[in-house]
């Protein structure tokens, strides 16, 4: 399902009940987040929460602050138009049935192939409401058409009606450490100045003053590689930072889709609806002409990078002061009624939880088409994305657990995972206790756990190095004989079907 803008989507939770307006005035300083946060921990992600009068420095913002829109699993399917995020991923899975490919690549390429034909493609356009408003920075004539009329839920008194800055967006300061206020939400356009092929990825983005930012793409990111071959080459980067629009641009910015893989085709398919681009006003990169805001800008190979940061991150805990690349704005466009989307990030359980198992349904089909043997696999909300990975397996030969882990940290993003549990087929990954009943009884430690090196995230604060460290996989299935068991396993404990059914015909669900 399409939606035309985010307020449409808005609008969309509103009608299923999905969705807190609050009222009062709230400040973008901390209290947004102290909000958002107890929304977040609620059983299941509660609701989302439409802040009418975000006030950024005591003043009341034009612009509404919608965030936790995605923060559960209904709604993570209701952004995609569906009944669930796993029926999305069976009919995925089933558009490259027909071919199965023989290798991640092959995989990779005939998603692409399935997302085309399905006339996912993005087409470009002449003109977006994203180009309502016009405010070309740097620029001696300044393109700024009038303000909207206040919505009727605001008090007109109080609005800050100056053309749009970054600095009277209502741009939150997550947390009280926090360097400054960061944008949560950015969807992040970059081209590879070689090939030209397009990349979406989401990034932060910390507002330094009113024209620059920083640009916090992690080195193993796609935008991170486009932007060293700018260094290289010497040449000024083109940037374009887009928000709101369909919920499915900043899923897809999110999602880990291999480096080349347009993340607008992917769009296109979940919203059942190509995705119309408008060429930005001061470069000639491509953005989403429904999307709410549009920064433009650039970034200069001779600048030297600045500290990003310190900033309360995914992990729980904040990311330390860290050199990035600065973004230089040279025009912000938007849509006169625009609603400014945001997130917060902390300790978990919080919203990307959400985001992040959407993308794990999602790539399963495409994950098992590689490795057959995989039944399920989960991130639990413990685990911050990928720190923890539980995988179930159907094994039928010594040592498959080994090739399963091997396989997955060779795997993209799967890379940062720093634990991964294999259990069997018979384990429900999702129930977490259900693992660590299964880890505790079903290992010896030594003989069934292995080491190893390989990269980590950047914003892991436990390894000695930054972006390098250790793995650790255990083996929690059943010991064949061929893995050097010798003696005989046990059968699990489970009451026969038939006094089951005994005891469900005398007693019914009452015991
Ligand atoms: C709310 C949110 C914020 C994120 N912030 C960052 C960030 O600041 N830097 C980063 O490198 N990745 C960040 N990520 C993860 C990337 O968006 C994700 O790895 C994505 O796949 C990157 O796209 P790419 O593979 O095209 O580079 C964030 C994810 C979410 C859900």
């Not at 609701?47 to 602050?65: C, D, H, K, M, R």
């Not at 569906?82 to 899975?93: R, T």
């Not at 009280?176 to 950015?186: K, S």
């Not at 002409?289 to 433009?296: H, L, Q, T």
Request: a negative charge.
């Amino acid at each position: 399902m399409a939606f035309d803008s985010f307020r449409d989507w808005i609008n969309q939770l509103d009608r299923a009940g999905e969705l807190r307006r609050i009222t009062q005035p709230v400040a973008t300083e901390l209290e947004i987040t102290e909000l958002a946060d107890r929304e977040m921990k609620r059983p299941g992600g509660g609701q989302a929460l439409l802040i009418e009068q975000p006030t950024v420095n005591g003043v009341v913002s034009p612009f509404p602050v919608a965030i936790n829109t995605l923060g559960s699993h209904q709604r993570m399917a209701m952004s995609m138009g569906a009944e669930s995020v796993d029926a999305v991923a069976a009919e995925l899975g089933a558009l490259m049935k027909a071919k199965p490919p023989t290798s991640m690549a092959e995989a990779m390429k005939l998603l692409s192939l399935a997302l085309d034909l399905r006339h996912a493609k993005p087409k470009v356009v002449s003109y977006g409401p994203c180009k309502e408003v016009i405010h070309l920075v740097d620029s001696p004539k300044l393109r700024v058409e009038s303000w909207p009329k206040a919505p009727d839920w605001q008090n007109p008194s109080t609005i800050n009606s100056k053309p749009s800055t970054l600095l009277n967006l209502p741009i939150l300061k997550c947390w009280p450490l926090d360097g400054g206020r960061f944008i949560t939400l950015p969807c992040v356009v970059t081209q590879d100045p070689d090939t030209g092929d397009r990349n979406l990825g989401m990034y932060r983005v910390q507002i330094y003053d009113n024209q620059t930012t920083g640009m916090h793409w992690q080195l193993q990111k796609v935008a991170a590689r486009h932007g060293r071959r700018y260094y290289e080459r010497g040449e000024r980067m083109p940037v374009a930072i887009f928000l709101g629009g369909d919920p499915m641009y900043p899923f897809a910015a999110t999602a880990p889709l291999p480096d080349g893989l347009d993340e607008f085709l992917l769009a296109g398919y979940l919203r059942k609806k190509s995705v119309e681009l408008v060429k930005c006003e001061t470069n000639d990169l491509e953005v989403p002409a429904n999307s709410d805001f549009v920064i433009e800008g650039y970034i200069d190979p001779q600048e030297p990078l600045r500290d990003e940061g310190p900033f309360g991150d995914h992990t729980g805990y904040y990311t330390l002061p860290e050199p990035y690349p600065v973004f230089h704005v040279t025009a912000i466009t938007h849509r006169r009624d625009a609603i400014y989307p945001a997130t917060i990030v902390g300790i978990p359980p919080m919203e990307d939880f959400y985001i992040g198992g959407a993308s794990v349904k999602l790539f399963l089909p495409i994950f098992k088409m590689n490795f057959p043997e995989i039944m399920d696999i989960a991130l639990p909300a413990e685990g911050v994305f990928h720190n923890l990975v539980f995988v179930s397996i159907r094994k039928t030969y010594p040592m498959q657990a080994y090739k399963i882990m091997h396989g997955l940290w060779g795997m993209g993003q799967m890379m940062f995972t720093k634990y991964i549990i294999v259990v069997d087929d018979d384990v429900d990954v999702h129930n977490t206790s259900d693992v660590l009943f299964r880890l505790c009884a079903n290992t010896d430690p030594q003989r069934d756990s292995i080491f190893t090196k390989g990269p980590s995230d950047v914003l892991d604060h436990a390894t000695s190095e930054i972006a390098a460290g250790s793995k650790l996989g255990i083996d929690a299935t059943k010991k064949l004989p061929g893995e050097g068991f010798k003696r005989s396993w046990p059968p699990l404990i489970n009451m026969s079907d038939e006094v089951r059914r005994k005891i469900d015909s005398i007693f019914g669900g009452r015991h």
